[in-house]
């Protein structure tokens, strides 16, 4: 009966550790090739690999000029991963509709790259289901860089919109302005307000794409 129940802790023990290994993505360590941008790298493998969870800064792309903190943001992701084995964590999805590669990308060192570029304030938190298992570690990252003030969060007001404020949505995390269609379209249910940007974002919501630009080049 001891013998068996060593075999059974054996074989819990190799269940284990192979569950881990196929969370981490095997024991494969890898070396960037090109930084894209902020959240975005290329492996010397030849994957692009989104990270999950952070939103950046764009840089110039096609017709767009490059937003504030893009290539601040670039710089950092470039620092934090230039010559440093990476390891891959993945979520339920594995790819986005562009083919990337979603993941948590680690270093041997134990830094944990997205969140580091949300704790120096040069990203942002984005929820987006079903890949949301570090999200709350995250928002926390998000939320030490905005009570510092350190980068991007130094130019997002805390002050109160003297007319109308923004509307999030619960179940996507996304906030919009208050006369932004979409914004109409949610229902009551799924509604919060918000008195400011600020609000928002501590609260772990996103800026609404298309209808927010954040950070904006336009001078307020």
């Known amino acids: 009966m001891r013998l068996l129940e060593r075999y059974i802790g054996v074989g819990a023990v190799i269940l284990i550790l192979s569950a881990s290994t196929a ?58 991963t230039d010559g440093q084995d990476l390891h891959l964590l993945f979520d339920r999805e594995r790819f986005d509709r562009y083919g990337r590669t979603l993941a948590y990308v680690y270093r041997r ?22 890949n949301d298992r570090k999200y709350k570690a995250l928002l926390a990252a998000q939320r030490n860089a905005m009570k510092a003030g350190r980068g991007l969060w130094k130019h997002v007001s805390k002050e109160k919109l003297p007319v109308n404020g923004y509307v999030g949505n619960r179940r996507s995390k ?31 919501f996103a800026p609404a794409k298309g209808c927010i630009e954040f950070p904006s080049n336009k001078k307020k």
């Open 109 to 130: 060192d134990g830094l944990f790259v997205n969140g580091e570029l949300l704790r120096q304030g040069y990203a942002y938190a984005m929820f987006r289901s079903p």
């Open 23 to 80: 969370l981490w993505g095997g024991e494969t360590w890898h070396r960037v090739k090109w930084v894209v941008d902020g959240d975005t790298i290329i492996l010397k493998d030849g994957r692009h690999v989104r990270y999950i969870g952070i939103d950046c800064p764009e840089i110039d792309h096609e017709n767009q000029r490059a937003q504030p903190f893009g290539y601040e943001s670039r710089s950092l992701n470039h620092k934090l």
């Open 174 to 204: 996304r906030f919009h302005t208050h006369d932004c269609q979409n914004a109409n379209e949610i229902s009551a249910r799924n509604r919060i307000t918000f008195e400011n940007r600020w609000d928002a974002f501590w609260s772990g």
